[in-house]
Nanobody, 124 residues
Framework: QVQLAESGGGLVQAGDSLRLSCTAS????????VGWFRQAPGKEREFVAA????????YYADSVKGRFTISRDNAKNTVYLQMNSMKREDTAVYYC?????????????????WGQGTQVTVSS
């Protein structure tokens, strides 16, 4: 199996940028597509972005499209989420997740492995 660990969360002001990292250990990282999800207090976990195994395709939630960018460096076993022009509504715990096989990129169900999450707080 693969173990995932998020880092890079913190407190920022609206309009600022932040980059999250998801570092993997265990099985071959390049075998897994990776998604970022987030969960705000009192809300359901929601899809943010995803990237295929080779990094050739990416997917975004409408709420972050044009502001967030997902990328990966398989040599470093790391996936990044660059977040720009951040808004208060981006405040949440952010999780990265890995899936090896098919299924929707946008649902949490197909993802087999999850990190512990990192808190992102955006103040006005």
């Amino acid at each position: 199996q693969v173990q995932l660990a998020e880092s890079g969360g913190g407190l920022v002001q609206a309009g600022d940028s932040l980059r999250l990292s998801c570092t993997a250990s265990g099985r071959t990282f390049s075998d897994y597509g990776v998604g970022w999800f987030r969960q705000a207090p009192g809300k359901e976990r929601e899809f943010v972005a995803a990237i295929t195994r080779g990094g050739d395709s990416t997917y975004y939630a409408d709420s972050v499209k044009g502001r967030f960018t997902i990328s990966r460096d398989n040599a470093k076993n790391t996936v990044y989420l660059q977040m720009n022009s951040m808004k208060r509504e981006d405040t949440a715990v952010y999780y990265c997740a890995g899936k090896r096989y098919g299924g929707s990129w946008f649902s949490s169900e197909p993802y087999d492995y999850w990190g512990q999450g990192t808190q992102v707080t955006v103040s006005s």
